[in-house]
């Protein structure tokens, strides 16, 4: 009880307020902090279950078109083939397709207006939005980049196609600028659920990639599983093979010391993406320095990878068959020859990508990865190789994305980690991450102490 102020008693809900027109009145007040507003579940929301529905087309549009895509690079394999891993092992004759391949690559990006800057992937799912103009671009540039041999990727190509198809449908009906960004999403999973092999991994890898929020996360997790699922069902039913249990590493037992091997790993796998980094900025001045057609550069670009390409055949193409080979030979190819393919690898890489090709790095990250794994355990024969290999193959990845979690889902599928073993592997991956930040940020920091007029730009660069 307290005496408030004059003035009739105002009934506003569950509040009574006092009037301007009673003097000394006595007037029991409503605790407000006990009145609070109910949200509507996201479920009873209006455009909640066209969403979902949305989310099963693009499952299933995602499938075919993975199986299409991945059918149509796929003929690649079959000029590559080599039964010589070892020093100049390859055939000359390669040459041609990867000089041929570096002028189509350049004629194509002409034709179809693709500019020399494109998003990346990262870049994607954190905006959530594909721009509609360059997606026959890169469609056609990183089929023909793949075909030819580069070090790189599907997943580029397969998460725009995804990603636009989500954002298109979504604009076709009308939808809100919120519910366009959790349909493209939804088009991203739709797209890797066959490419990744687990509906977990998939949505793991986009929820942590591109950080929708609170908001958007409601409606983001089931529609990301809904069209991760329908796409790895119909996937596997047709393709009839995953990426699980892809690396046989053999097994190791868990002892404590190995969660301070994961430090060191992690310093490792942050060193090698540094030295990664010196090799992009490498090429991508020296190509941008090359007053000369687009056309030209690819073509260079095309030379120099199938040259590294003939002295080491495993340094080409994305790395996912070529990595299963770097283990079951690893005794034969030895210590010497593993190390310098873990540098061609980082070569092709940026040549590939500086002179104009297309395509994702994060098969060409865990080829790198899992080979320093296997160079690792040559050198010191102690260290399990499924520790050693487990934690490189996606501590390098993990240096260059913010998504440690679904990078130690894959390490856990690729090779059947345990439960325990996963500790050292996370440890490994987010030290690499910290590592390569810190590195950067300290750089930018250096950078805008030379150049003041600079300052926030350099900083706001780095990697989130």
């Keep these: 009880m307290r005496t408030v102020g004059s003035g009739p008693i105002v009934d506003r809900g569950c509040t009574r307020v006092p009037g301007p027109d ?3 009145e006595e007037v029991r007040m409503t605790d407000t902090s006990a009145v609070t507003s109910t949200e509507m579940p996201v479920t009873r929301t209006r455009g909640f279950w066209p969403l979902m529905g949305h989310a099963v087309g693009l499952g299933v549009f995602g499938a075919f078109f993975s199986l299409a895509f991945l059918g149509v690079i796929g003929v690649g394999g079959k000029w590559y083939t080599s039964s010589d891993h070892g020093w100049w092992g390859g055939h000359w004759w390669w040459l041609a397709v990867t000089t041929a391949a570096g002028v189509a690559v350049g004629l194509l990006r002409h034709l179809t207006k693709l500019p020399a800057k494109t998003p990346t992937l990262v870049d994607d799912l954190q905006s959530q939005h594909i721009e509609p103009a360059v997606v026959p671009g890169i469609l056609a540039v990183s089929a023909i980049s793949l075909i030819g041999g580069a070090s790189l990727g599907p997943e580029q190509a397969l998460g725009t196609a995804g990603g636009w198809a989500g954002g298109w449908t979504a604009r076709r009906r009308g939808a809100t600028v919120d519910d366009t960004k959790v349909n493209t999403l939804a088009g991203f999973a739709g797209a890797y659920g066959g490419l990744f092999s687990s509906v977990l991994i998939v949505v793991a890898f986009i929820c942590e990639i591109a950080s929708p929020g609170e908001k958007l996360y409601r409606k983001v997790l089931p529609a990301t599983i809904i069209a991760g699922a329908i796409s790895f069902a119909i996937y596997y039913l047709i393709a009839g093979s995953v990426f699980l249990d892809k690396y046989d590493v053999g097994s190791f037992a868990y002892h ?7 430090v060191g790993f992690g310093l490792l796998a942050a060193v090698i993406v540094l030295v990664l980094g010196i090799f992009m900025s490498a090429a991508t001045a020296l190509f941008g320095r090359l007053k000369l057609p687009t056309f030209v550069k690819s073509t260079i670009g095309g030379v120099l990878f199938g040259v590294v390409g003939v002295a080491l055949p495993l340094s080409m193409f994305n790395g996912s068959e070529q990595l299963s080979v770097v283990i079951s030979d690893q005794a034969a190819l030895g210590f010497a020859l593993i190390a310098v393919l873990i540098v061609a690898k980082m070569f092709t890489f940026s040549v590939s990508v500086a002179s ?21 355990h040559l050198l010191f024969p102690d260290v399990p190789l499924g520790l050693a290999f487990s934690c490189l193959l996606v501590a390098v990845p993990g240096a260059l994305i913010a998504a440690p979690f679904s990078l130690v889902l894959m390490a856990v599928f690729f090779t059947r980690l345990g439960a325990l073993q996963t500790a050292p592997v996370l440890i490994a991956v987010i030290t690499a991450f910290l590592a390569v930040a810190g590195a950067r940020y300290l750089l930018a920091a250096r950078t805008t102490r030379d150049r003041p007029e600079t300052a926030g730009a350099e900083i706001a660069d780095q990697p989130r």
């Design 22 to 24: 009673v003097i000394g």
């Design 256 to 262: 404590d010391w190995e969660l301070a091997a994961g």
């Design 356 to 376: 104009g090709f297309v395509g994702g790095p994060i098969f060409p990250a865990l080829f790198i990865g899992g080979t320093a794994g296997v160079a690792v």
